[in-house]
């Protein structure tokens, strides 16, 4: 719990300095990432309190976002950090390499198109532009050498690599129609209730800017722009990614770290909207703002974790010791995906660890229906399947007795000959 703590208040320290410099205040800054916070909390609370892995990438991907829409604004002040949550979310998982490299380069394609067009302070692609940031930029290729020791060293030694493993892994699998991806992603924005309020105050803004009722900061008008631009090309590209690297859409949980693109844009319109106004209550609105914040945080914060049960999975251990009662070299396990697949591989995956953690985790490997998840080392291969004693692990209904149960999946016995 205090890992996770002190991990949530570095990136948020890091979202605020974000904020700061895209509203031009320090005290706007911490607003919107109390704001943040309290959106976060109020969508699903485990974000901030549990180290479930997606979950993990919430805030460094916010950090992530924010960085980029820094960037397109042609500023290289947020370059380290940019570096920083992007390590941290490849290094987590490998299919943030294309997500990110891909957000990248998008930006830096929209930066050229605004830059031309007198919208961004500088064009990124430059040597200007590197000759104005080169101590930032050396200590991202610092930032960059430390996070990449780790992915070399693997992909060196287990050739062709984690990322490559992913990629193959993604091209396996079957992609989905452009509709079914959006849909996929624009249930982030619809059925977490951000759309309303975030088109909302994105519309009053732009009509403040648009009357000449603003207080006049062409700072914050160019900051709202790159944030909305990059919004946009983050989307787009989360939607490629359900169309072509997430095999079974039902799983929304996968790309959960996208929910940080609709709170920062949330966030940062509802201050820089009252930041805008020449009305007095300003103030005002920003200290109700903060109070409702904070009033709703505590409560959210202290619900119980909703997969506390997942880190003691009930019938695991029951489980292993009945399966390892009968002796044998090796046990297959033969992955059913045809009902509640999501239950089954987690099941499996909770077997695996139980058993690494007692010292025998050799003595499983998945046979049918492997999935990366299992890491390759778990992946039966020819020389685990002679004298092997092999078991169908399926939530649907099969003949006979499971030889163990965890919940509804049943490890059933099944012939040897494969």
């Known amino acids: ?12 320290v890091a979202i605020a300095a974000l904020f700061g410099r895209l509203l031009g205040s320090r005290w706007g800054g911490a607003l919107a990432t109390l704001l943040l916070a309290a959106i976060t909390a109020a969508v699903d609370h485990n974000i901030l309190v549990t180290i479930w892995f997606p979950d993990l ?22 370059l380290v950090l940019l570096a920083l949550a992007l390590g ?29 067009s007198g919208l961004a302070d500088a064009r990124v692609a430059s040597l200007a532009f590197v000759r104005a940031n080169a101590r930032a930029l050396w200590l991202v290729a610092g930032v960059g050498l430390l996070f990449a020791l780790p992915l070399l060293l693997e992909t060196a030694a287990r050739w062709p690599g984690p990322v490559a493993d992913y990629l193959a892994f993604g091209r396996a699998g079957q992609s989905h129609a452009f509709d079914e991806g959006a849909r996929y992603v624009a249930h982030y924005w619809s059925d977490l209730h951000l759309l309303v309020p975030g088109a909302a105050l994105a519309l009053c803004w732009a009509m403040l800017v648009l009357s000449g009722r603003a207080r006049g900061a062409p700072e914050l008008d160019r900051a709202g722009l790159a944030l909305l631009a990059t919004a946009a090309l983050a989307t787009g590209v989360v939607v490629a990614y359900a169309i072509y690297g997430i095999d079974l859409l039902s799983e929304t949980y996968v790309a959960i770290f996208y929910i940080a693109v609709p709170a920062c844009v949330l966030a940062w319109f509802a201050v820089a909207f009252f930041a805008q106004a020449r009305a007095k209550p300003r103030g005002v609105a920003f200290a109700t703002i903060a109070a409702l914040a904070l009033a709703s945080l505590p409560e959210r914060l202290a619900l119980p974790a909703g997969n506390a049960s997942d880190y003691d999975m009930a019938g695991i251990a029951d489980a292993d010791a009945r399966l390892r009662a009968q002796p044998a070299p090796r046990i297959v396990l033969d992955l059913d995906d045809s009902a509640q697949w999501g239950t089954v591989w987690s099941t ?30 778990a992946a ?3 020389q685990d399947l002679a004298g092997a004693r092999v078991l169908r692990v399926s939530a649907a209904a099969q003949a006979g007795e499971p030889v163990a149960r965890v919940g509804p999946v049943g490890f059933y016995e099944t012939t040897p000959a494969r």
């Open 57 to 78: 990438y919430f805030l460094p991907f916010a950090t992530f976002f924010l960085a980029c829409t820094r960037l397109l604004s042609g500023r290289g002040d947020s």
């Open 380 to 382: 039966c291969a020819g």
């Open 1 to 12: 719990m205090l890992g996770q703590c002190l991990y949530s208040a570095l990136w948020l």
């Open 348 to 377: 499996v995956a909770g077997l695996l660890v139980h058993a690494a953690r007692e010292g025998d985790g050799a003595r499983y490997c998945v046979g049918a229906h492997w999935h990366i998840l299992f890491t390759r080392r």
């Open 88 to 116: 941290t979310l490849v290094n987590g998982h490998a299919a943030f390499a294309p997500i990110c490299g891909l957000l990248g380069v998008l930006v830096l394609v929209a930066n050229a198109v605004l830059a031309r």
